[in-house]
């Protein structure tokens, strides 16, 4: 069991930054993957950004250059530093942990950028 918790989200303008934490309950070191989603409404949650703990990362092309995703094994923490944002960026942005064949998520932090 992983429980995930999100921190960081919140009002900004175009073109500001923020940095979305999300902490595990327990070691992240043996985690296959853990990421960030976001959904926003009326769409399907699609992938932000994601690591493997063999230190490999993924990016959607909407985010690629504007976000970078930070994994932490001793802190057991995976940050998203987010520049640049842009309104089409606004969603609810969730973390992911998949780890032998199971998956879990948080509950989830508003990024909301206003233009």
């Known amino acids: 069991q992983v429980q995930l918790v999100e921190s960081g989200g919140g009002l900004v303008q175009a073109g500001g930054s923020l940095r979305l934490s999300c902490a595990a309950s327990r070691t992240i070191a043996t985690i296959s993957v853990m990421g960030w989603y976001r959904q926003a409404p009326g769409k399907q949650r699609e992938l932000v950004a994601a690591t493997t703990n063999s230190g490999s990362t993924n990016y959607a092309s909407s985010v690629k250059g504007r976000f970078t995703i930070s994994r932490d094994n001793a802190k057991n923490t995976v940050d998203l530093q987010m520049n640049s944002l842009k309104p089409e960026d606004t969603a609810v942005y969730l973390c992911?942990?998949?780890?032998?064949?199971?998956?879990?998520w948080g509950q989830g932090t508003q990024v909301t950028v206003s233009s």
């Open positions: 992911r942990a998949f780890t032998i064949g199971r998956e879990y």
